[in-house]
């Protein structure tokens, strides 16, 4: 009896590969991390449920989930509210006119124009008759499945902490992101692909770079895991060169020695212990990661839905097809990111020279793979156990950022009030919540803070969000800090 030991490559190309014997394959498996998750692999016949940390104050949830998994589409830049899902008619009406208030609004970069009209004209869409703009044709369609928000605020109005606060309920860096707090509290329906995947754009990171999937303070197992847009999803997951059995054997086997000196030496210590999971889990990435970012097996109709068929929305259909697939295979919390760095030229939605051409070009990249996959998990009955989020970091100015007195075609950053929406799952839908004023400048119907939504989205995967702790530096800390309301109006 005999085993292969390495696997093919990410591309599929044959390798040639020596084999074991019975007795060396057994020592292999025994004192090896690959060979203990091959052998992991081998004894398992279904998926199941991460291990607790050991740090953990809660086993399971806390409530009855709603859902179970969520798609977080995080658009970079600040997406005008004013354009896409706040409809203002005066705003049509006192165009070119100044705001009407006693003192000069407070901006990002203190240019304060005259007011200006949406760029994309509104309809009421679906039988819920919610207001969309010509931004997004597509999402448009799905107006029915939406859980809109129009009264959101944050307390930045500069890029990085804004997003910060948007993902981790934090404007400095250092604390978990959403996705690494459920990796936490719910762990993975899988032990064979990370609980928190990120999908980065395919233009490049965001700003900050990987701290925006960051693990924070909670134990470095719970870091997102950033696929590749090209290429190989993941990196380095297969040896670069072929490497003898007996030199892997006798490898592994010293690392596995060093470690578990090293952990006598020191005690637990969260960082090692990721790495040790992390090299585990590697070994069966090399199986389970080819599979589902293969995506040859899908029809010609779904990838003509997501929009694989166009060189603009290609890439992020791409996205939204793994998004979807990797729900399937158990993942917990899958990111996509629309939207790269800051810099020249703009490649995110900071549309603070022109509006109309930046939100077009970004815009026609996600509108119809989103749409796709609102469709292709409600057709597929996943949109009921699955949460969809769509948010950014701040709204924009209904007034132009130009010179007093003149209406250019931009907008400023707009901390508050501004846009997101949810779908799937525990949540009434065609509906929105809240209000910004009558010019979209500030919320003030209900207004909601970044906490609020983040103990919303707790609620609905059955978590409260004042339990969900953990405990660092003297403190035990949460996502929503010491704040937060549940949105129980949007509830189902």
Avoid at 108 to 115: A, E, I
Avoid at 161 to 176: I, Y
Avoid at 294 to 312: I, M, Q, R, V, W
Wanted: aromatic share 8%; proline share 5%; glycine share 10%.
């Amino acid at each position: 009896m005999q085993f292969p030991i390495h696997q093919n490559n990410a591309a599929g190309s044959a390798r040639d590969s020596e084999n074991l014997s019975r007795r060396d394959f057994f020592s292999w498996a025994k004192t090896g991390l690959a060979g203990t998750a091959l052998m992991d692999l081998l004894l398992k016949q279904k998926p199941l449920r991460a291990a607790t940390p050991a740090s953990a104050t809660q086993i399971g949830t806390h409530f009855p989930p709603r859902v179970k998994r969520v798609i977080h589409v995080c658009l970079i830049g600040g997406l005008s509210h004013l354009d896409s899902f706040d409809y203002k008619p005066a705003l049509k009406k006192l165009h070119g006119k100044a705001m009407p208030t006693d003192k000069t609004p407070e901006t990002f970069f203190g240019q304060v124009g005259l007011l200006r009209k949406n760029d994309f004209d509104f309809h009421q869409r679906g039988k819920s008759g919610l207001w969309i703009s010509e931004l997004f044709p597509h999402i448009a369609t799905q107006a029915d499945e939406l859980t809109l928000i129009r009264s959101m605020k944050a307390d930045s109005a500069n890029h990085t902490p804004a997003t910060f606060q948007e993902n981790t309920g934090f404007r400095l860096n250092g604390f978990p992101v959403l996705g690494a707090w459920l990796s936490y509290g719910l762990g993975c329906e899988t032990d064979e692909l990370p609980s928190y995947v990120v999908l980065p754009d395919v233009r490049g990171y965001p700003a900050a770079g990987t701290i925006n999937w960051s693990n924070g303070f909670l134990p470095a197992l719970h870091q997102g895991v950033p696929f590749q847009s090209q290429g190989p999803a993941i990196r380095d997951l297969f040896p670069g060169r072929q490497i003898p059995n007996a030199t892997e054997v006798a490898s592994r086997r010293l690392l596995n020695q060093f470690n578990q000196s090293h952990l006598e030496r020191t005690g637990a210590n969260s960082d090692l212990v990721a790495r040790i999971r992390s090299h585990e889990l590697a070994a069966k990435m090399q199986l389970a990661v080819p599979k589902v970012t293969d995506l040859s097996g899908e029809t010609a109709a779904t990838k003509a839905l997501y929009g694989f068929d166009a060189e603009a929305t290609a890439p992020f259909a791409r996205n939204c097809l793994l998004a979807r697939r990797l729900l399937e295979q158990g993942v917990r919390f899958v990111q996509l990111f629309s939207g790269g760095s800051f810099g020249s030229p703009r490649i995110n939605w900071d549309g603070h020279e022109d509006v109309k051409r930046n939100h077009l070009r970004e815009a026609t990249r996600i509108d119809q793979p989103i749409a796709g996959l609102l469709k292709d998990l409600r057709q597929r009955g996943m949109l009921d156990d699955t949460l969809v989020l769509f948010s950014t970091e701040f709204g924009r100015t209904p007034f132009a950022q130009s010179a007093s007195g003149t209406v250019g075609t931009g907008r400023d950053h707009n901390m508050n009030g501004f846009s997101v929406w949810m779908a799937g799952g525990g949540l009434k839908h065609g509906m929105s919540y809240g209000a910004t004023d009558e010019f979209g400048w500030k919320s003030v119907e209900q207004p909601v803070a970044w906490h609020d939504y983040h103990a919303t989205v707790l609620r609905l995967l059955g978590i409260d969000h004042t339990r969900l702790t953990y405990y660092h530096n003297g403190i035990e800390r949460r996502l929503t800090n010491v704040h937060g309301e549940v949105i129980r109006e949007i509830l189902a």
